[in-house]
């Protein structure tokens, strides 16, 4: 029985990707055999999002690495969500968890995983994205140049972020195709320019992506 009359306390927290997530995945194989083509589904999947509102530029995929079938795809939610963790990375690791039933992607028993994003991680996914149990890094590209085009700040990275991941058993592929990565961010910045989309941002000066 509860004798107060104050509110509980919220006591759950959630995200979820908008439908068009699926019907996109659902137009590439169902096996994705090269690092080229998962970039280039991330790279499809950051341009429809920051045009569908609900975040940044940025999307993740985790991947079996023997099967190539996409065990799920995550979308920047911010925006749609309220939630300053709900990177794409975030996000795409935490439905692969909900989808095993498990927290280590890369437990004893099922298949490997890795994940792929369409830039480097921030501070905070690295983080996340180096507890998950993933065994593989694929990224379409990493620089300065996205903090440069979006605002977005990606925080205080290691200088041997590379070295980081690998030390812990993740082989990182660094970058995969730049150039189309960085049109989507391009695209991005001329709608920012035109006052067309929100870079959130907490404190004033950019935030994580
Ligand atoms: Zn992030």
Redesign the pocket.
């Known amino acids: 029985m509860n004798a107060s009359s104050e509110p509980a306390p919220i006591a759950s927290f959630g995200c979820s990707v908008p439908g068009w997530v699926g019907e996109e995945l659902r137009a590439f194989p169902a096996r994705l055999t090269s690092d080229a083509q998962k970039v280039q589904l991330v790279n499809r999947l950051a341009e429809l999002n920051w045009r569908d509102g609900g975040g940044g530029p940025?999307a993740a995929l985790v991947v079996g690495r023997e099967t190539g079938q996409v065990v799920a795809a995550g979308v920047n939610r911010v925006l749609a969500s309220g939630l300053s963790v709900a990177?794409?990375?975030?996000v795409a690791l935490s439905l692969a968890q909900v989808e095993r039933g498990q927290w280590d992607l890369g437990a004893a028993g099922s298949e490997p995983t890795e994940l792929v994003v369409n830039w480097r991680?921030?501070v905070?996914?690295y983080g996340a994205a180096m507890w998950s149990g993933i065994t593989r890094l694929v990224l379409a590209g990493h620089g300065d140049e996205v903090e440069e085009l979006t605002g977005f700040d990606e925080g205080p990275m290691p200088e041997d972020w590379i070295g980081k991941f690998e030390e812990r058993g993740i082989e990182v592929v660094p970058e995969v195709d730049r150039l189309s990565a960085l049109a989507v961010f391009e695209d991005y910045r001329a709608a920012k320019e035109a006052g067309e989309v929100v870079v959130y941002n907490a404190r004033g000066t950019g935030t994580?992506?």
Request: charged content about 10%; hydrophobic content about 35%; proline content about 0%.
């Open positions: 940025f990177h794409a990375e975030v991680t921030c905070q996914c994580n992506v």
